[in-house]
């Protein structure tokens, strides 16, 4: 697997003008905002989507302009947002191994925080008359919104069915993802079929991205960012777990859902979970499925095979599928 540094490789220059622009994107003249705009720029993550509107910016229009700039800023701006939102809906207390907003400053400013990016974002494509690509983040952000309550309304019914699961996952993460794809192509091109391959592609490694996040949950050794059985205590139901209740005899289930139903799970709880999902075969059949996206996803590339950023691309969505974190 080629590791994040490889897949940088040609668009090192585009990410550190990327980081500037961003970072003048959040200046402003209150303190206080200044101290928690610093302290997000600090704790951002692996910037996997601005990667992404630049690598197809330059695989469908060999250049990244400065429409692909405001594109990046616009989603990071949407992804951080959400995050910090998302968080405060969790009680997350840690986000990539620091402490979250909401346990520093408190619900009620984080949730303003939160505003303040998103209110930023539009700004910023407003000024700049970027209304096609204000059309395809705000879409993205509107997807977000439905699969968060949908998945909140199914964990307080227990009832997560694989058809529910896959809208939940299309809305909350491949939508997102879809919109870098889409907005680095549209910022370079109008031509429909480009558009289309590379929103398809995106989709697509959006779903593979998302269902390997809920695989690390199960994964005791995970080096991912957050304690594993976490989507187990919150009573989210993610594939591994749905293709196990589908299979298991009436024991195993009842236990399963005696164990979701409880308020406070313990490690012993959580790890009998995991045992059973593993006796059923729940992480390999999610593995499986994995493959299967990851696949389609590659499948919308085939046209552009021959160009020199394809390898790059290639490699991204190969990385998504065998990440530890």
Known sequence: MKNLNYIKEPIKKELTTFNNYFKNTLKSDSFLLTLITKYIVKTKGKQMRPMLVFLSSKLIGNEVKESSYIAATLIELMHTATLIHDDVVDEASYRRGFLTLHKIWGNNLTVLIGDYLLAKGLIEAVKTSEYSLLQIVSEAVKEMSEGELLQIEKAKRLNTTEEDYYKIIKQKTASLIAS?????????????????????????????????????DFDINSKAGKTYGNDIKERKMTLPLIYTLQKTNKKDKKSIMTILRKKNKTTQDINNVIYIVKQYDGITYAEEQMEIYKNKALSYLAPYKQHEIYPYLEAFTDFVTKRKK
């Open 180 to 216: 870098c794809t889409k907005s680095g192509t549209v910022a370079v091109t109008q031509k429909e079929e480009d558009v289309n391959n590379m929103y398809n592609f995106g989709l697509n490694l959006g779903i593979a991205f998302q269902i390997k996040d809920d695989l690390l």
